[in-house]
């Protein structure tokens, strides 16, 4: 192909484009340049909020653990976050601050609970027989069946926020999944005052 | 009959030629009906332009119902921005692009919209490679190894490819249960074992670094400027080629459908200065997204 032709086979475009065009890309550089800066220094996934950092890490909010402990009549148990609550756990799971965290524990803290069993699942292998392990919570929200005298109000919820964190082992193509803790706060029934505090081992 | 071919030829090449601002428009707005993640509380006025838009084409090219879109858009994720995937941002860098372009008429229009796109489709997969360049969960081929024992998709590719049994992807999956709901228990597990192979490990080092290198290599030829050569028709040619191919790639394995759209709508956004089969080729790829989608449904 001639010289010519080959310009003319070019892009038409040369004219310059009105610098306008660019308004566009300057702003996600912008948001991106700011997710960036805080999902280093919050707790905020990579995943989300304009960084383009999906697919960098296994700490996806999808995969982040919100555990709730309760403390009722003096004994703290665990509990699976109630059904009801579902979407404010997940709300939580992106960016866990201190004060939504704190939010979440204090309205959990208002609902009325009841203990369905007498006794917790001993070991991993009950708990696995069991359909649903991760809902079969044996504190449950006050329900229109329940005995009134099984109802309680606990003293105190604490809220823990975890991100996945896994290992390839050097050999076999095995890995190792653990949980690693973003936030603790505990919110306090008698006198209204969050004993929260932020884990500081973690992060 | 070498005319009826001729002819048939003929009315093929005018595929070239296919409006690619209209057919952005129209895309744009139905990308935010079926996948936009819009607060409830202005959705209905989103919802109502989106469909006027389809509705009227005189609407589809107005700088002002683009510019209530993209300002509706915007305001919706900022409500909550930490919630938001990557491409619902995105959708409305979408909707400035056309309301931008639409404030131009003929060639400008075209070349405020093809360089709008060409531009962010180049920072997206620079910030999208520069993420994965500078987590450690990445660079060590812990993420991909992570996905391919446990995703539901990529772990079929640890299944065919990597001698990995099938049953081992559901016993991850139960041992990851344990991990998360064993606080429930009076036996709470620290952590886990995810089984694998080695060559699961191969196949997870091989995934990470092509996914970088094809993000790097779109964002380095999508931002290589035009007064350096980023005009000629063989960088133009490697451009889309080479997003057409992380689509396609892609989007098999982790059918994200609304940001291979939103990354269909850049594309064909890029071609509008010059006829091209590209055109064409981005609308296919918009039925292959939603027939992949059905598919995994």
């Known amino acids: 192909m001639s010289p010519e032709g080959e310009q003319q086979e070019e892009d038409d475009d040369s004219e310059s484009t009105p610098p306008i065009a660019a308004v566009p890309v300057l702003v996600l550089v912008l948001v991106a340049c700011v997710q960036i800066v805080v999902a280093h220094n919050t707790a905020l996934t990579p995943w989300k909020g304009g960084g383009f950092g999906m697919f960098s890490t296994v700490d996806a909010d999808t995969r982040r653990v919100v555990q709730v402990y309760l403390t009722v009549d003096g004994r703290e148990v665990p509990v699976a976050v109630p059904d009801e609550f579902d979407v404010q756990a997940a709300s939580l799971r992106p ?63 604490r809220v823990e926020v ?35 505090e932020e884990s500081g081992e973690d992060r | 009959m070498i005319d009826a071919i001729r002819r048939r030829i003929s009315s093929l090449e005018r595929l ?12 744009t707005f139905l990308l935010v009906l079926l996948w936009a993640n819009i607060t409830w509380v202005i959705a209905f006025p989103i919802y109502v332009v989106a469909v ?16 209530v879109l993209t300002a509706l858009m915007a305001l919706s994720l900022a409500w909550d921005w930490h919630h938001q995937d990557n491409h619902q941002f995105v959708y409305v860098y979408i909707c400035l692009a056309l309301f931008l372009a639409f404030h131009f008429e003929g060639k400008q229009r075209s070349r405020v919209l093809a360089d709008g796109c060409r531009l962010l489709v180049g920072a997206m997969m620079a910030f999208a490679a520069g993420w994965k360049l500078m987590t450690a969960d990445y660079s060590t081929g812990a993420f991909f190894h992570h996905e391919l024992l446990v995703h539901e998709s990529l772990s079929d590719l ?52 092509w996914t970088v290198l094809i993000e790097a290599l779109i964002a380095a030829l999508f931002l290589w400027p035009r007064r350096l050569g980023g005009g000629h028709r063989y960088v133009f040619y490697a451009r889309h080629v080479a997003l057409i191919a992380f689509m396609l790639m892609t989007y098999v394995f982790a059918p994200v459908i609304g940001f291979g759209w939103a990354l269909v709508v850049l594309g064909l956004g890029c071609c509008a200065v010059r006829p091209t089969w ?20």
């Open chain 1, 95 to 157: 960016m866990p601050t201190e004060r939504r965290t704190e939010r979440f524990a204090r309205r959990l803290l208002e609902q009325r609970w009841v203990e369905l069993r007498e006794h917790r699942p001993e070991s991993l292998e009950e708990i696995e027989d069991l359909a649903e392990p991760a809902v079969d919570a044996h504190w449950v929200l006050e329900g229109p069946l329940h005995d009134a005298q099984a109802v309680r109000t606990p003293q105190a919820v």
């Open chain 1, 162 to 196: 975890w991100r996945p964190k896994f290992t390839p082992r050097d050999e076999g193509g095995d890995g190792v999944l653990e949980l690693d803790r973003l936030q603790s706060v505990t919110v306090a029934a008698d006198h209204f005052e969050d004993a929260s």
């Open chain 2, 16 to 27: 070239r030629e296919l409006p690619v601002e209209a057919l952005c428009a129209m895309l």
């Open chain 2, 52 to 67: 006027a838009g389809i509705l009227f084409p005189k609407l589809r090219t107005g700088p002002r119902v683009w510019c």
């Open chain 2, 158 to 209: 640890a299944v065919i490819f990597g001698g990995l049994s099938p049953e081992v992807p559901v016993e991850n999956a139960a041992n990851i249960e344990l991990l998360t709901a064993g606080y429930l228990t009076a036996e709470p597990v620290e952590s886990v074992v995810l089984e694998g192979t080695g060559e699961v490990a191969v196949i997870a080092a091989v995934v990470t670094w």
């Open chain 2, 278 to 297: 590209f055109r064409p080729a981005y609308l296919v790829i918009v039925v292959l997204l939603l027939a992949l989608r059905f598919i995994t449904w």
